[in-house]
């Protein structure tokens, strides 16, 4: 029996805790192996400010706001590169400001392809971006609506979050934890809004070889999506109920995660972001969230364990209500060789 499709994790996301220093600084990952970002998503801990996301398909210095609808901007002074272990990070202090506490979570795609709808007959819109079949990840960019673009994912993804970029819009989740059918249901990253049903935002369910888009979004608009497929050991998109109990409900993932973002999708509520690099031991008490501008927020609230993750807190953001989740891998539950996670 395969445990993993993935033994190092590292390869394909690491997460960063550093310290501003108010200069240019290479931000270099302190995991075993080397692995040069695609995605990469920044945040300052110790004040309010906003949460930077940029990557290489767009370009280093193209700046887009998680936790606003802002369009895309050209910013030097932000992410000025991609490197083989990291990326350089420019001076300004809404990440890099002298002495704060910042965090910095990265993606590897890494495999450039561009589609012809019409030579190829996948999909009906033009697309081009950075794909990784082995980690399940692409980062595609299109313009216009009503149709379907090429993932390159080989497999039906499990969460796809778009983005217009030469306007303003919200940034728009679809998740297969939200319903039995993706295209149904539609979250906004940038909100605490709970799931919502429509049939105006997605063309069509997902397969293996594309997602759709609806007419109602922005007509001729540049759009940039973040698909992910679920890979054993490595990644896990999925569902649970709390128990709005400090014994809280379990959720198995087959892997001691690194990461783990969740959303309430029955209230509203903020999406919770946990990491192993704020919270290097048990009980995890840093969080903060994906749609706000506040820094971490301290609170005994999960446990990152060898096969997944326990809520440790009674709260609606995380443990009452109906959840979707989207995490990574620090290390699988076994890897193909028989080594088993250890403890934290």
């Not at 993932?151 to 989740?173: A, E, F, T, Y």
């Amino acid at each position: 029996m395969a445990y993993t499709d993935i033994d190092n994790p590292e390869l394909y996301f690491q997460a960063k805790a550093w310290t501003g220093t108010g200069n240019e600084i290479a931000i270099t990952f302190d995991g075993s192996e080397n692995m040069q970002p695609d995605w990469v998503w920044l945040k300052r801990r110790d004040a309010s400010s906003i949460h930077v996301a940029h990557d290489s398909v767009r370009g280093a210095t193209k700046r887009l706001i998680p936790n606003a609808n802002d369009g895309e901007t050209t910013q030097a002074q932000y992410v000025k590169s991609f490197d083989s272990n990291g990326i350089t990070f420019g001076t300004d202090t809404d990440v890099n400001n002298s002495g704060s506490a910042a965090i910095l979570w990265g993606w590897k795609a890494g495999t450039s392809f561009s589609n012809d709808a019409s030579s190829t007959s996948i999909g009906s819109i033009d697309s081009a971006g950075s794909i990784n079949t082995t980690a399940g990840f692409s980062i595609v960019t299109f313009t216009g609506n009503s149709g379907g673009i090429a993932h390159g994912l080989g497999q039906k993804p499990d969460m796809v979050i778009i983005k217009p970029r030469n306007v303003d819009g919200s940034w728009i989740v679809t998740h297969k934890g939200l319903g039995a059918e993706m295209q149904d249901y539609y979250q906004f990253l940038d909100t605490t809004a709970a799931r919502a049903t429509s049939n105006d935002i997605w063309g069509g369910e997902p397969t293996t070889t594309t997602f759709s888009v609806s007419s109602s979004l922005i007509d001729s608009a540049n759009y940039v999506a973040y698909c992910f497929a679920e890979k054993k050991g490595y990644s896990k998109f999925g569902s649970y109920t709390g128990n709005n109990n400090a014994n809280g409900t379990f959720v198995y993932t087959g892997f001691k995660p690194a990461y783990v973002m969740t959303k309430v999708t029955d209230t509203t509520d903020g999406w919770m972001i946990f990491d192993n690099k704020r919270n290097p031991h048990n009980v995890m008490d840093k969080y903060m969230t994906a749609n706000g501008t506040g820094g971490d927020s301290t609170r005994d609230s999960i446990d990152f364990v060898s096969n997944g993750f326990k809520l440790r807190v009674a709260n609606t953001d995380c443990n009452n209500g109906t959840y979707i989740y989207m995490a990574f891998a620090e290390q699988p539950f076994v890897t193909s060789t028989g080594v088993p996670a250890t403890a934290r």
